[in-house]
């Protein structure tokens, strides 16, 4: 391992050229003032500037600063415990229109790349794998309900099948979807970031918002400006903290760590995933990895509650790697690092309203590569006047997280069961 690994990310060290956007300065006044440049701020923000209104967008650091610039890339199906917990709240005809806002969740990264020429290295195909082969049952599971939901684009794979596919012998089987996979996630953002401003939008960077006052009509507050606006959209996931204290408790940031090796040659790296898929295995604790343009392996995971960052990211995560692909004990790392996603009680997207004229989206739950911008399209298609699909969503039910000041530390020993349980079941 080299003496000192970059501090930049893989997808800041690779991002495409964006023009730093200016601080909020002085009185602004919109139609929709937008707090939050990720997946959720800008896919809003770009359908309502095209739709001719006028979008404020602030951003406390750089677009795609958080979640969205951070994230391991993998574009997943559905929501993160499946679909019995949505349907024991809302029926079973309700969460199969939720199935489909996730489905349709996929499809609007597709149009989007395409409409707007955005170079994120998008690529199909993704493993499930399980590290027990006690888990086996529980793919056929999975495999029928998508069935049952008419998501047929999936197989199952024998232990024998996914080494062919997979340089590694830790695995028992596998469940395979056509329909979901990996991209760059911060190049998609950036990208979505100049389809809004050519679309009409502005964008503040280093303009975080200190307070919201509400009413006819809102106002965001930052340390040199405000913007008044008729709505307002919260899209600050993870990184929202105590902003509006009516949103504080109903998610919890947990930190996840990437490192991206040195590039391996597209033979080596062919040998590790033959058919350049996206892999994570069915731990609770989940381990996720996969090849990138330049033939370098990003591997994630060591999901942490406590938000104490290892004082070395890539001497942490390097043992994790070689337990899958011990021959790659001669690569060095050239990244590291971390960021919090959101989740929520029940790991089901928390939306709704603060006010009639306010909207929030957060809470993915390690699915907000696809989720994060449907959400933000329905909160546009609320300004709209279209709420239906939205409103659907925000009939479930959240519970906030027990503890008050005490919840990290309840939640830290939460997760050591979880990887007790992973390693003794």
Not at 186 to 203: F, P
Not at 288 to 302: A, I, P, Q, S, V
Request: charged residues 20%.
């Amino acid at each position: 391992m080299p003496a000192s690994i970059d501090a930049q990310s893989y997808y800041q060290a690779s991002a495409h050229p964006f023009p730093p956007q200016p601080r909020l300065e002085g009185e602004v006044e919109a139609d929709i003032c937008v707090i939050g440049a990720g997946f959720t701020g800008l896919s809003a923000a770009l359908e309502l500037a095209e739709a001719g209104y006028k979008v404020v967008v602030l951003e406390a650091r750089q677009v795609g600063y958080g979640a969205s610039g951070r994230n391991g890339g993998q574009i997943c199906t559905g929501f993160s415990p499946g679909q019995q917990r949505i349907e024991a709240q809302l029926g079973k005809e309700d969460a199969l229109k939720c199935f489909a806002i996730a489905e349709e969740a996929k499809k609007l990264i597709v149009e989007r790349i395409a409409k707007y020429k955005i170079d994120c290295d998008l690529e199909w195909g993704y493993l499930h794998a399980i590290p027990k082969p006690s888990q086996f049952e529980s793919l056929r599971e999975w495999k029928d309900e998508w069935d049952a939901l008419g998501y047929t684009d999936t197989q199952i794979l024998s232990k024998v099948e996914l080494e062919e596919r997979l340089g590694t012998t830790i695995y028992h089987g596998a469940l395979r979807e056509g329909g979901a996979g990996h991209f760059h996630p911060l190049n998609y953002c950036l990208g979505l970031a100049q389809a809004a401003l050519a679309a009409g939008a502005q964008i503040f960077e280093n303009s975080a918002v200190l307070d919201v006052d509400q009413g006819p009509t809102v106002t965001a507050r930052t340390a040199h400006g405000k913007v008044r606006a008729k709505f307002m959209i919260i899209g600050c996931n993870a990184y929202i903290g105590r902003m509006i204290p009516a949103l504080y408790g109903r998610i919890m940031p947990v930190t996840s760590y990437i490192i991206a090796t040195e590039p391996l040659g597209e033979n080596r790296a062919k040998s590790l995933i033959r058919n350049n898929d996206a892999v994570a295995n069915t731990n609770f604790i989940v381990d996720y990895f996969r090849l990138t343009k330049d033939t370098r392996l990003l591997f994630g995971g060591r999901a942490s509650y406590s938000t104490l960052e290892p004082p070395n990211l890539g001497k942490y995560m390097r043992p994790r790697l070689l337990s899958v692909f011990p021959q790659l004990n001669d690569v060095k790392i050239d990244h590291a690092w971390g960021g919090y996603i959101a989740i929520t009680s029940n790991r089901i997207p928390d939306c709704g309203r603060l006010a009639p004229n306010i909207y929030y989206a957060h809470g993915y739950s390690g699915q907000g590569v696809a989720l994060a911008g449907m959400y933000g399209k329905l909160m546009a298609d609320c300004v709209k006047g279209q709420s239906e699909r939205f409103d659907l969503l925000a009939r479930i039910k959240h519970l906030p997280f027990p503890g008050g000041p005490i919840r990290t530390p309840l939640l830290v020993a939460a997760m050591l069961f979880y990887r007790l349980r992973d390693a003794l079941s």
